[in-house]
């Protein structure tokens, strides 16, 4: 939780980051288990599927709408299992070396100017 950026939406339960900072020492063991739980037994929580869909102007006519994106703006939670969910998964492909060097545009900086220097 202490990762997630502040300056970012609340998504349609209006419960922003900051907030969810504050309440961490209270929250943080049921989201903790609510995680394992969803890990563990492969089910997301209905409640995080949900997202506000808005559109992002790219560039060029703002009265052409092929001009615009869509962003998706999730929840707090679904912020804070994402980061979970990533971790996991990264870690065990990791752990098994099933990523090649080639594949590092997700990776985090620090580690893609590992992998060119290697290259």
Do not use: W
């Not at 900072?21 to 209905?46: D, E, Q, R, W």
């Not at 098994?96 to 060119?116: A, D, P, W």
Request: aromatic share 12%; glycine share 6%; charged share 20%.
């Amino acid at each position: 939780m202490k990762s997630l950026k502040t300056r970012h939406s609340s998504g349609y339960i209006e419960i922003f980051v900051k907030i969810l900072k504050l309440s961490a020492p209270f929250v943080s063991s049921p989201l903790t288990y609510l995680c394992n739980k969803s890990l563990s037994s492969g089910i997301s929580p209905i409640g995080l599927k949900f997202s506000i869909a808005k559109p992002v102007f790219k560039n060029g006519d703002r009265l052409d709408i092929s001009d615009f994106r869509p962003v998706s703006l999730l929840t707090s939670f679904s912020k804070v299992f994402e980061k979970v969910t990533y971790a996991g998964v990264y870690r065990r492909m990791s752990q098994f070396s099933v990523l090649v060097n080639e594949q590092y545009g997700f990776r985090s900086k620090t580690l893609q100017k590992k992998i060119s220097l290697i290259n």
